[in-house]
């Protein structure tokens, strides 16, 4: 009894049933095919946009053009900079600030670009876009979390 029990169990959690109907199912894999279309969450409410992907582009273009983003020519940069602070946070454990549990913590290896993106504001004429930076799997993320945790 308790094997055919776990059996039925199994075998429904397999089974992915779906509240879209056929067309329904159908239009979102249409747009999701769409190349010329931009599909992003709103920055305020829980919507989800549809844009021209032009137009989004040309709004995340002219954030990017602003005075607190500097476009970065040398290839290494990146990779210097994580080097950088793993030198550094290694010489807070050879100073003694820090223990090798929190090196490890914090010290970066094989980190990924920051990924800038734009959330529309729908509340707002023309939708301007609110930029977001996500910093997730970048060089500075664990020393940033850490920091933030220590300042709160």
Do not use: W
């Amino acid at each position: 009894m308790h094997n055919a029990s776990q059996q039925l169990m199994k075998s429904c959690k397999k089974k992915q049933f779906s509240n879209l109907s056929d067309d329904e199912l159908k239009a979102l894999k249409s747009l999701k095919s769409n190349k010329n279309i931009v599909i992003v969450k709103a920055d305020k409410g829980n919507s989800i946009i549809v844009l021209e992907k032009e137009s989004y582009l040309k709004k995340a273009e002219e954030i990017l053009k602003g005075n607190q983003f500097q476009e970065i020519t040398n290839k290494n940069y990146h990779q210097e900079r994580e080097n950088e602070l793993n030198k550094y946070i290694y010489s807070l454990l050879k100073d003694g600030i820090i223990d090798q549990e929190l090196r490890f913590r914090l010290q970066s290896t094989c980190s990924s670009l920051s990924v800038f993106y734009g959330l529309p504001k729908i509340h707002k004429a023309g939708y301007p876009i609110r930029p977001i930076i996500s910093t997730i799997g970048s060089f500075q993320y664990e020393l940033s979390k850490y920091l933030a945790k220590a300042i709160y």
